[in-house]
C-alpha cells in the first residue's frame, strides 16, 4: 500500500489526538526556552504563528462532528462544513506565510529581511486602529517609531531599490511586501501547483458567499453527510506534517519520540504528490 492510501484510510479522531501530542510537545519545549531566556524577536513570532495554527486545528477537530440542534423537543445533528473549510483556509494560510518568512531560501530578499517587512507591515496596520487611553497611545508612538527605524534599514536593500514606484508606494504606505498569492506561497511550502490552487480557491469559495460556496453547502446540507468531513480535512492533515517537520528542524535540540517523528515525516511526503 502507497504512503498515500495508508495514510488516507487512518481515522481522523485518532489523527486529531496524535497531531495534537506532537503539537504541544514542540510549543511547551519552546515556552521552557522562553522561561529560561533563550529568545529572540523570530522566535518569538515562530511560537505565535504555530500556537495561532494550533488554536484553529483545535476548533476544526472539536467542529468535525458536527453541532447538536434542539428545535421544538426534537435534537438534530447539523454538519459544520462550512466553518471547517474556512478554518482550513487560514491554518494554510498560516503555515504558507510561516514557510515563507522563516524557511524559505530566497537570493532576492533574505529570512531575516522578510521578518522585518512583516513586522513593519503589522505596526502600520495598527496605526490604524483608535487609541483611546494613554497606554495605548503610547505603544502607537513607539511602533510609530519602530515603523521609521525598520524602513531606513530596509530601503537600501537591494530588495526594496528593485520595486516598481507603485509598488514601493504599496510597501512605505501600507506595508505591502509580499507581492505572491496564497497558491504561490503554498506551492513554494511543499504543495504541488495544481493542488495548492484548487484548494485554496475551494477553501475561499466558502470563506465569502459565493455560489459556488453555497451550492456546495446545500448539497452536503440536505445529505446531511458527516463522510465528507473526513476528506475534506485531508490537506489540514498535510500542511500540519510540513509545519510540524519545519519548526522541529528550527529547534534542533527538541528530541521527539521515533514514532511521532516517523508519523510526522509520512504526513509530510503525503503532501509532496496529493490528488
Wanted: glycine content about 4%; aromatic content about 16%; proline content about 1%.
Amino acid at each position: 500500500m502507497s504512503v498515500k492510501l495508508e495514510l488516507l484510510k487512518r481515522n481522523p479522531v485518532e489523527l486529531f489526538k496524535k497531531f495534537e501530542e506532537i503539537f504541544m510537545t514542540m510549543i511547551d519545549f519552546r515556552a521552557s526556552q522562553y522561561r529560561n531566556s533563550i529568545s529572540s524577536q523570530e522566535i518569538y513570532y515562530q511560537q505565535e504563528f504555530i500556537k495561532t495554527y494550533f488554536n484553529s486545528f483545535k476548533a476544526i477537530e472539536e467542529l468535525y462532528n458536527g453541532a447538536e440542534v434542539r428545535f421544538r423537543d426534537h435534537f438534530y445533528r447539523i454538519n459544520l462544513f462550512s466553518p471547517i473549510l474556512i478554518l482550513q483556509r487560514n491554518c494554510l494560510e498560516n503555515y504558507a506565510l510561516f514557510y515563507y518568512i522563516f524557511i524559505d531560501e530566497n537570493e532576492q530578499i533574505s529570512n531575516e529581511l522578510k521578518f522585518q517587512c512583516w513586522l513593519r507591515e503589522g505596526y502600520l496596520r495598527r496605526q490604524s486602529f483608535y487609541a483611546d487611553n494613554e497606554k495605548h497611545i503610547n505603544q502607537k508612538q513607539e511602533e510609530k517609531e519602530m515603523i521609521d527605524e525598520i524602513f531606513n534599514d530596509i530601503k537600501s536593500t537591494d530588495f526594496y531599490n528593485s520595486m516598481k514606484r507603485k509598488d514601493k508606494e504599496k510597501f512605505e504606505n501600507y506595508g505591502k511586501w509580499n507581492l505572491l498569492g496564497q497558491s504561490k506561497l503554498l506551492s513554494i511550502a511543499g504543495f504541488g501547483d495544481n493542488f495548492a490552487k484548487n484548494i485554496y480557491n475551494y477553501f475561499s469559495s466558502h470563506t465569502h458567499s459565493t455560489s459556488v460556496g453555497l451550492l456546495q453547502t446545500g448539497l452536503v446540507n440536505k445529505e446531511n453527510n458527516f463522510a465528507i468531513n473526513e476528506s475534506i480535512t485531508k490537506p489540514l492533515f498535510m500542511s500540519a506534517g510540513l509545519y510540524l517537520w519545519h519548526y522541529r528542524n528550527l529547534i534542533e535540540e527538541l528530541k521527539i519520540n521515533k514514532d511521532l517523528w516517523d508519523f510526522v515525516e509520512l504526513w509530510k511526503r503525503a503532501s509532496e504528490y496529493p490528488t
